[in-house]
């Protein structure tokens, strides 16, 4: 806690650090950097935090990475090392499934996120009515938002919050959104849902602080950061960078702005040191619109298939591939290739 | 002589199967069932002669003496409903959900092996679009892993299918397993609402171990790619299969290379358009087992026949 006098807080901060930021590492999270970013966070007062595979519970696969440790251990050394932090998981219907959703709640979780592409809610259905079951609290995460407008957007958090969501948030996977898309979204949330809304920020565009900033003037409920923004694409809305530029408008977090600090210096930089720097092809995926975890994945296929990583991000954003596509990233990569070999023998 | 089936669901598989079933030599579609009067899918059937119900199973069970085969194209949990219901009328049944009842067929792998069976399971689209591959690659090398991605239009997808996603990952898994070969196997759906829709896409990774031979990997995948178009024409490879080396931790071990086989499934067209393979290749496999139960000319046992108890 800040310790000050401080009004109490409008919205509630998740940190995705130990499940976003799972990307920027190739989900290669040991059990030690699990326990220390949470003992850590817990300690800075952050009152939700999300550990699961990047691409949610089951993720660990060919297509989005294998795990270095388990995710179950992960979220099972997070639950022992928390005193107040609530734990969050996330789940794709499609990639996890039910069976690993009641894995996670034996282990003692408190809150389920269950994320669809945008414009695919009804495939969560059975898993928030299962999470709801299991007593935990749920979220409805609709992924690449910037994909369609707010009243389709609307349309879609209707039906996670009659499933039974107690908060449905707005994620801008791609980094896309500029300040009037989020507030947008938001705003229209905000007026046609009973539940909670919240918005899932990148920084690919530079905006995620800007936008978040945006979202609680439109009355967001909850908000989600990483702690040095480590996370797919270009990085997440930096925690401690949204809880300083919060504090510093006179909007209490619940979360000390000095600590949560100490926490990105000396437990997240040291991960990942260069998290931060927006370069071309983190950029590239805001303007193109192309879902963050691609990106290392990405800059893989074309150092094997000697292409240009920027060629792939525009002819995937070009393809309207969504969150969970990666195995696109491969056949781009090898038709251009193919395309090159090809006009090089015309010459 | 042929096989009168019934269809019993009238969702998008259901209509889409109708069209083939009405051009099958041996097979012909003599009942609809479904629970919406006003389903597009009935009303299909019946300007197409067949007898449309709307009431359920209740009075295809009242109708069983007139059918020799049911296809059950409704959603896992309807089937697990009715299917102790066909038993107890005799009805051999082709099943088009993941219920996962009775064994799992592909026709390109085990078609033969389970032709008495009184309920066969077609896995899933995606299954049956890549369980085959798995299992070519299976022939010239040990698989100790399989992963599949299946992609399709969104609107390709009813609510059957979107409320089984988790039947959809969890039997396509095991099949890639147990029909495919592979010694661990992990399957992941994704929906693409792009527009214009996308056409149905199938990404097949094994895993490959020490000492694999990359030229019969690769062979092995296009052979099975020409067996598959025989009876679903727009199956094809968008690339050759590419063999990534790299170290993978698998769960089946780790292991030195991966194959990734690119497919796409173009669908014939009969109900949804083109961009539906995933239809596609559900009810042209679905046709195929049909026929390979289907009674000999000579009269020897088969569907209907007095060998199924009743």
New interface residues.
């Given amino acids: 806690m800040s310790g000050t006098s401080d009004p109490p807080t409008r919205f509630r901060l998740t940190d995705s650090t130990l499940r976003d930021g799972s990307h920027a590492v190739a989900h290669q999270f040991t059990v030690d950097q699990a326990r220390a970013v949470v003992t850590s966070l817990d300690a800075a007062g952050v009152p939700v935090i999300e550990v699961s595979h990047g691409d949610g519970l089951g993720g660990s696969?060919?297509?989005y990475g294998?795990s270095h440790t388990p995710e179950l251990d992960l979220l099972e050394v997070a639950i022992d090392a928390r005193t107040t932090s609530r734990i969050a998981i996330l789940m794709l219907?499609?990639?996890g499934?039910?069976e690993d959703l009641l894995r996670a709640a034996d282990l003692g979780i408190d809150v389920a996120r269950i994320a669809t592409?945008c414009?695919?809610a009804?495939?969560s259905?059975?898993?928030i009515a299962l999470a709801k079951e299991l007593g935990l609290e749920v979220v409805g995460f609709l992924m690449m938002s910037h994909m369609i407008g707010p009243d389709h957007l609307l349309e879609q958090a209707r039906k996670m919050a009659s499933y039974g969501a107690d908060c449905v948030y707005v994620v801008d996977s791609a980094g896309a959104m500029t300040i009037d898309d989020a507030r947008r979204r938001v705003a229209a949330l905000k007026a046609g849902l009973d539940c909670q809304v919240g918005l899932h920020a990148h920084n690919n565009l530079s905006l995620a602080v800007a936008n978040s900033m945006a979202a609680l003037e439109e009355g967001a409920d909850q908000l989600d950061g990483c702690t040095t923004g480590l996370g797919a694409g270009a990085g997440n809305c930096p925690t401690e960078i949204l809880v300083a530029a919060l504090e510093r408008s006179g909007v209490a977090t619940g979360v000390d702005p000095l600590a949560v600090m100490d926490t990105a210096e000396t437990v997240v930089r040291p991960i990942r040191p260069k998290q931060g720097v927006i370069d071309r092809d983190g950029l590239l995926l805001g303007y193109a619109g192309v879902y963050g975890s691609f990106l290392l994945h990405a800059k893989r296929a074309a150092e094997?298939y000697g292409v240009d990583v920027a060629d792939i991000l525009l002819e995937l954003g070009r393809?309207?591939?969504?969150?969970?596509?990666?195995?696109?990233i491969?056949?781009v990569a090898?038709?251009l290739e193919?395309t090159a070999a090809t006009a090089q023998a015309a010459t | 002589m042929t096989v009168r089936c019934a269809i019993v669901g009238s969702g998008n598989i259901g209509t889409d199967l109708l069209h083939k079933l009405a051009r099958s030599a041996t097979l012909e579609p003599v009942l609809m069932v479904g629970i919406d009067p006003d389903s597009e899918g009935l009303a299909r059937g019946r300007a197409m002669g067949v007898t449309a119900i709307h009431d359920g199973v209740d009075r295809l069970l009242d109708h069983a003496v007139d059918v020799d085969l049911v296809y059950e194209a409704t959603s896992a949990w309807v089937h697990r409903d009715n299917a102790p219901r066909y038993a107890d009328a005799g009805l051999p049944v082709i099943d088009l959900t993941p219920a996962k009842l009775g064994p799992l067929v592909v026709p390109t792998v085990n078609l033969d092996e389970h032709i008495a069976a009184p309920n066969v399971n077609l896995i899933t689209c995606g299954g049956q679009a890549t369980v085959p591959i798995v299992h070519a690659v299976a022939q010239v090398c040990d698989v100790p892993y399989a992963e599949i991605v299946s992609t399709v239009a969104s609107v390709s997808a009813g609510p059957g299918t979107r409320q089984n996603i988790d039947e959809f990952t969890k039997t396509t898994s095991a099949a890639l397993v147990e029909v495919g070969g592979a010694r661990h196997g992990k399957a992941i759906m994704v929906l693409n609402p792009a527009e214009p829709p996308i056409l149905m896409r199938n990404t097949v990774f094994c895993a490959l171990p020490d000492g694999y031979d990359a030229a019969a990997v690769r062979d092995a995948i296009v052979e099975m790619v020409d067996e598959m178009a025989q009876y679903v024409p727009g199956y094809r490879l968008k690339s050759a299969p590419v063999i990534e080396t790299e170290v993978y931790g698998t769960p089946g071990g780790v292991v030195p290379a991966r194959v990734v086989a690119l497919l796409e499934v173009e669908g014939a067209g009969d109900w949804l358009p083109p961009y539906a393979g995933n239809l596609d290749i559900m009810t042209a496999s679905a046709v195929r087992v049909g026929e390979a139960m289907a009674p000999r000319p000579t009269g020897s046992a088969g569907p209907g026949s007095a060998e199924v108890s009743a």
């Fill in positions: 696969s060919f297509n294998f219907p499609g990639i499934i039910r592409h414009t695919e009804d495939i259905q059975q898993h094997r393809r309207k591939v969504v969150g969970g596509q990666e195995d696109m491969i056949d090898v038709e193919r």
